[in-house]
């Protein structure tokens, strides 16, 4: 009969395949040969897609070594680093490759050895060998070799495979651990650790986390307990899983019951999903390092509470003892308040909560006196508006009403609940105010440009013609400085002359060039004015201002026309001479050279006769332009000193003048020829013309070192190349001194004699200021003459050949019959100024001159009796009866005297008392360094005194700095003159 029975091959696979969990078998040689249901299920693999691979390809084991968070190595028995997971590499800043196969005594001493160190060199290695696990605070060093602390070392000894290993795990430690301060959380952590280290110990020494494959730990038949590692899904993501297994032996093994030499015929696994498991672990290592931090901070916080409770005991005993001493000076302190209240500049009242008076202070009871009921009915009605300032209607003692700021607080008084009111009398505040107001609709209507602004320089109204101008609206201006609007720049600066002022409560006047809302820039003249309350404070500003844009625009063009000459585009006459001028200033110690050269155009009147001035004109044009190319030609090519330009002006007609600095006499020669050779090949192919030109040259310093004494020496070597048949250059010599004093008189006389028959003779005037009321008292009227091409000679040009060749008189004819036709106009306007006109020598000599000015004041209608005469020390002197006549005469027209250069000789004072003098104009000599000089100062003061005393009002000229006038004043000077106060102008106004 048939045995009937269970296909066991086929019953294990059914059984197999039904089973939830994760199931795989494989052979002795790794590769898988069944799967069930679950564990494709679980990497999302297809039936029989795993048939034939290698149980490697579904297992990761060596991730859990790296998953630790506490630093791990192995350390061989000869103590080098065998592996690290990534938790060590991190805490100690090396890369793998650093580490492994080293010394331990790297990461110990942060060193190197080629062998192995000794063990009293390597602390560690005793450490490792006890095979005990340890706890200690230990150094490490990272890849710099810098220190750091580890809170736990643990080393014992254990197993992979055949070789055996220390385990090395270690944990940074925190900033207050490495201070030493220790807390009953880092022993914990201590305690957790050395948890830990026990379990993984137990991991590893089962083989669970070490490499080697899965085969070579399920081939011991011991080794059937659970393994954690990793599984691979088809998408690569790993997942923590738990494994346990079995080895299956053939039958024949089991029949023979040979259990010394069996035969595996492979392997079944059984696989767990751990991944909630994992997590659950996780979280509880998270909860339990909370609660130790919780635990901490609870600690701290007692730590701290008691420390405070301890302070807040000492700080109790503390104030009782203070208080002790506090009511001893509690009587003392009552009685200062008294004092201080009863001085304040405010009355002060304290009343009880019923109203009734507690204290007045001598304020209130001089401001109140019998009217007090209408105060405290006021602080009743107030005295629920506590703490607030309040404007209140008052009728003071003297009967007046006005206005105070009323503050009512509370307070304690005499250990009761009381009110504290203060007033402060504002009606001269609330008149100002109103005062402004008005102000405010004069401001608004305004042509003008006007501010208002507070104490302190901050705008507190603008009126609507500003903002028209500049773009900007009252709103963006308000509590805005003024400096930004008025001073030129607008910076805020301790030098600026506006701050000053506004600090020190003056006025100010001034030009600034300000910009709009968009940017465009205006100039404007503005006018800043304090304004006080009755009392004498200062508290607001005014400033009005004028949009000068135009005037200064016209100005800048006038300027442009003065310094440059109209036809040629070169420098004018009085340009040319400013700016020689200032080369010269500069060379203080004459240590530099030059030479200048001026030259006429030879024959340029018959090319006017012939071709026409427009032609002429355009003839000059090009030898400008020639000119400026030649120049610096010389100095690029000739003289080999590249870069200069020199100076080039024309000077009126055809006289052209050139200065070139740096150049010696030799040098010089080689460039005059130069130009007058370029000038004579120059043709002018519009009108086919030529010409050439005489040039005179003067070397500075030699020949001259004032812009003067050149013009005149080349003048007159220009003089001596004419006379030498022109088309040539002369460089001025000493023999030509004679010269030039003959063509100097001969050039300026003609040059007079034309002027006054062109009238081109005209006054100019400088003010004289009173130093008592610190106006303008009159003016001095000065001569100058406007040549052909508006340039201004001074009387230091021409004077002295006027009064020797007696052109004089007819010059101070013209100054003084202009000055009584200005005089006689402003009279009929209803002003009336005094002149002061000069006088010369030989006017005392001349009666003519008498007769000339009262046939002139007639003929005019002017006033005599403001027009002064004005006469040297010197010119009086020296014929005392002719000047005692004349000043006689003058006075009995009704003219004043003025005595010019007084005490200059000293001698005038012996005949001072014979002249009807008005004035006296002290020597300018004796003011200039007055202040320097105690000598000076003396014969002032004397001057002073003997004119007082005298009834003769006096005059100081030259005064040029402000403590030169703030001692003229303290000397009783009555008039200053000089730059300080002015320049000379050709308008009096």
Known sequence: MKKTGINKKKYTDEVASCMTDSMVMFNPDGMIEKVNQGLLDLLGYKKNSLIGRHISSIFAEEEIFNEIDEGICLISKDFRIKKANEAFLNMSCLKKEEIIGQYCYKITHGKDYKCQPPEDKCPISGMLTAGEPYAVVHTHFDNEGKKYLVNVIAAVQIKEGREEYYLHMAKRISERAQAGQLTASDFRNIKRLKDKLKYYVGLINEGRVLTGSLTDRLIRPERTKWIETYCITKTGVKIPVSISGAAIYSNENIKSKNSGNLLIKGFVCRVYDIRETKWLIKELDRLNQDHDELLQTMEEKVNDRTKNLTEYQEAILNMLKDLDESKENLEQSRANFLNIVEKDSDGIIILDKNGIVQFINSTAKSLFGDNINDVLSKITAFSE????????????????????????????????????????????????????????????????????????????????????????????????????????????????????????????????????????????????????????????????????????????????????????????????????????????????????????????????????????????????????????????????????????????????????????????????????????????????????????????????????????????????????????????????????????????????????????????????????????????????????NGNIATPAMFMETAENTGLIYFIDKVITEKTLKIMAKLKSEGKNITFCVNLSEKDLENMEFISFLKSKIMETGADPKFLVFEITETAAIKNMDTAVKFINLIKAIGCGISLDDFGAGFTSFVFLKEMNVDYIKIDGSFVKRLEQSLKDQLIVKAIADMAKGMGIMIIAEFVERKATLELLKDFGIDFAQGYYIDKPSSDFA
């Open 385 to 788: 508006k506590i703490d607030k300032t309040l404007e209140v209607e008052i009728i003071y003692k003297d009967g007046r009403a006005g206005f105070a700021e009323l503050r009512v607080v509370e307070t304690i008084w005499e250990d009761k609940p009381a009110y504290l009111a203060s007033f402060r009398d504002i009606t001269s505040e609330k008149d100002a105010q109103f005062e402004i107001k008005k102000l405010s609709t004069v401001i608004d209507n305004s042509t003008n440009m006007v501010f208002i602004t507070n104490r302190e320089g901050k705008i507190e109204n603008v009126n609507s013609v500003f903002e028209i101008l500049t773009g900007y609206l009252k709103a963006e201006l308000l509590g805005k400085s003024l400096y930004l609007f008025v001073s030129s720049g607008g910076k805020e600066n301790e030098d600026n002359e506006l701050m000053s002022a506004i600090k020190e409560g003056r006025g100010w006047r001034g030009v600034s060039k300000n910009r709009k809302k968009d940017g465009k820039e205006y100039w404007c003249y503005s006018l800043v004015n304090p304004i006080s309350d009755e009392t004498g404070k200062i508290v607001h500003f005014l400033v009005i201002q004028e949009d000068i844009t135009e005037r200064m625009v016209s100005e800048k063009k006038i300027k442009n026309l003065v310094s440059c000459d109209e036809l040629t585009g070169l420098f004018s006459r009085s340009w040319f001479m400013d700016q020689l001028d200032k080369w010269i200033a500069e060379d203080k110690n004459f240590e530099k050279i030059g030479i200048l050269s001026l030259f006429n155009i030879d024959g340029l009147r018959v090319i006017n006769n012939v071709y026409g001035h427009s032609v002429g004109n355009d003839y000059l044009r090009g030898i400008a332009e020639l000119l400026q190319k030649t120049i610096v030609e010389i100095y690029n090519s000739i003289i080999k000193k590249p870069g200069e330009k020199g100076i080039i002006g024309r000077l009126g007609g055809d006289e052209f003048a050139v200065f070139m600095p740096d150049i010696d006499e030799k040098e010089g020669e080689k460039a005059a020829e130069y130009i007058c050779r370029a000038i004579e090949n120059f043709y002018f192919s519009d009108a086919a013309i030529h010409s050439t030109i005489s040039m005179g040259c003067a070397l500075y310093p030699e020949s001259g070192n004032t812009v003067r004494d050149l013009l005149r020496k080349s003048d007159t070597s220009m003089y001596r190349a004419k006379k030498s048949g022109r088309n040539q250059y002369c460089f001025f010599k000493s023999k030509d001194h004679d010269l030039e004093k003959i063509y100097s008189k001969f050039k300026w006389k003609e040059f007079i004699q034309k002027a006054l028959k062109e009238d081109r003779v005209e006054p100019w005037y400088q003010p004289i200021l009173d130093i008592n009321s610190n106006k303008i008292h009159h003016y001095e009227v000065l001569a100058r003459i406007v040549d052909e």
